[in-house]
């Protein structure tokens, strides 16, 4: 192999800001190097601008707009009619038809996968995972079932038979387990869109994730795989079960592709100045805690922008400053919609994750959106049930089998912050800034190649490692 792929990994539980870091490669790519998407379906979200235009990708891999060729990769699902809907966002001029492929062997989500997964969640009550309800979970599902419809399928006669028997079966289980009856009706109206989606489908180019790559490799061209959701949410090595259905850390790239660990590169890891959630589970640097935790459940945007119209980022009480930071962040999930919980930085879960992605490069998302408050805190260690965890002292701090078992009190280092806007700086980061970067930089044992000031492409601050 002449290259290696770089996985492009989110070290939190998502939204860290993948898409703009694959889109900044992707403008610097050739027409011969590819990016591909190896896991995950439209539970993603990606938003990048291009041209003062902000999209938001759910399937289409980030680097739609650069030269490099793009590529559903066999470790996804995919739901026909939203690439269907997805495609259309994009600009007429922008062949991008020619560029893109998809692999055989991905899974489709069909119509009910969808009801599957918002009457489960929804027979969990207060158990909630907290899914995108896009189908996710029961489409991986039937995939370790043995059932599963793949995008090879549909160029066979028998297609709509098999289609018509999961189904069956889908409707069958939300019977008998849910007592929930499917409205023939609303099917059929998501059906003619679903066989929309498929004739869509059938116009593009099928293509084995394995060979593409492989081909790329061995001409020393670039391969970028695009990570969807972060480490934190991996099926089996993410907070379980509040994850979701794929493997979203590096390892999945060698499965999501059908290549051997060995062609997989150092990761670049993507991790956000603080940190949000959006959905269930443990999330030990929350701000305000477990009352933050319900009032996202519970509350929409707007709400919130009538009960606090002006939060004030230095609030002495933790709640109004995680609301503060949402805020300035415009921190919604661009899938749902729901309100995004946010934290400080939390190193220990971040190392893990490092490690875990052998995430060689870093790069720090969404600087700017610290900027007016006095101080920033980065949780550096964990107090667990009573007893220091991890320390300065040690290489590593071992993050608990289930967090949610555990009592967890977070210890915090603060940093002053900078005054004033970032963006009032330049192409500089003020001293407080660059004192937080080295500090991260230094404990994480990775360099920041970049930080983020902006959500434009051009809203960065290069760095280079001294
Ligand atoms: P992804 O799922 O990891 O691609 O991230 P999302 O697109 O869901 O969420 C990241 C959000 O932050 C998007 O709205 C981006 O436009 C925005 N964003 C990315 N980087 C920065 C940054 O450095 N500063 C600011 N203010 N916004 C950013
Ligand atoms: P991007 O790629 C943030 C979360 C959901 C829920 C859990 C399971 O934009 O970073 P699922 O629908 O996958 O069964 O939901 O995972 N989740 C995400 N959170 N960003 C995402 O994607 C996510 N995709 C899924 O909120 O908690
Ligand atoms: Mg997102």
């Not at 059932?147 to 889908?170: N, P, Q």
């Not at 394995?210 to 990570?227: D, R, T, Y």
């Amino acid at each position: 192999m002449k290259t290696k792929i770089t996985p492009i990994i989110g070290l939190q539980w998502g939204d860290e800001g993948k898409g703009k870091g694959v889109a900044r490669i992707a403008s610097g790519l050739s027409a011969k190097d590819l990016i591909v998407r190896f896991q995950g379906g439209n539970n993603a979200g990606h938003t990048i601008w291009h041209n003062s235009v902000c999209y938001v990708f759910h399937l289409i891999p980030s680097g739609v707009f650069g030269k490099a060729q793009i590529h559903l990769g066999a470790g996804m699902v995919i739901n026909p009619s939203a690439l269907f809907e997805e495609s259309k966002m994009i600009p007429k001029n922008m062949p991008f038809l020619k560029r893109i492929s998809v692999s055989p062997h991905a899974i489709l989500t069909i119509p009910t996968h969808l009801t599957l997964d918002t009457v489960s969640e929804k027979t969990r009550g207060k158990k909630k995972i907290g899914s995108t309800g896009k189908g996710i979970s029961p489409s991986y599902t039937d995939l370790t079932l043995r059932r599963a419809l793949r995008v090879g399928d549909i160029f066979f006669a028998d297609f709509e038979k098999k289609y018509k028997s999961l189904t069956e079966e889908h409707k069958t289980t939300l019977k008998k387990v849910f007592s929930y009856e499917v409205s023939n009706e609303e099917l059929k109206k998501s059906e003619q869109k679903f066989f929309e989606g498929i004739k869509f489908l059938k116009s593009l180019k099928l293509q084995d994730s394995s060979e593409m790559v492989n081909e790329a490799l061995l001409g020393g061209n670039k391969v970028i795989a695009e990570g969807a959701q972060g480490a934190l949410l991996d099926v089996r090595f993410g907070h379980y079960p509040f994850v979701t259905s794929s493997h979203t850390i590096a390892s999945g790239v060698g499965t999501g592709l059908g290549i051997p660990p060995s062609y997989i590169g150092g990761a670049i890891g993507i991790l956000k100045a603080y940190v949000t959630k959006v959905g269930e589970g443990p999330f030990p640097t929350e701000l305000g805690g477990e009352r933050s935790a319900v009032w996202c459940r519970d509350k929409k945007y707007i709400e919130e922008e009538i009960e606090f119209p002006f939060p004030d980022l230095n609030d002495k009480d933790e709640f109004e400053v995680g609301i503060a930071i949402r805020r300035a962040g415009h921190e919604i999930g661009a899938t749902t919609g729901r309100l995004r919980r946010t934290g400080w930085i939390d190193i220990p879960l971040l190392k893990y994750a490092i490690e875990m992605n052998n995430a060689t490069e870093l790069v720090l998302t969404k600087l700017d959106v610290l900027s007016g408050l006095k101080n920033i805190k980065a949780c550096t260690h964990y107090i667990i049930n009573g007893h220091r965890h991890g320390g300065a002292s040690r290489k590593t701090e071992k993050i608990p089998f289930d967090l949610s078992r555990v009592k967890i009190k977070p210890v915090y280092k603060t940093f002053k912050a900078w005054k004033g806007k970032l963006s009032d700086y330049g192409t500089k980061l003020p001293s407080e800034a660059l004192t937080y970067v080295k500090f991260l930089e230094k404990t994480l044992g990775a360099p920041i190649i970049y930080v983020g000031t902006g959500p434009e492409e051009h809203h960065v601050v290069e760095r280079y490692w001294k």
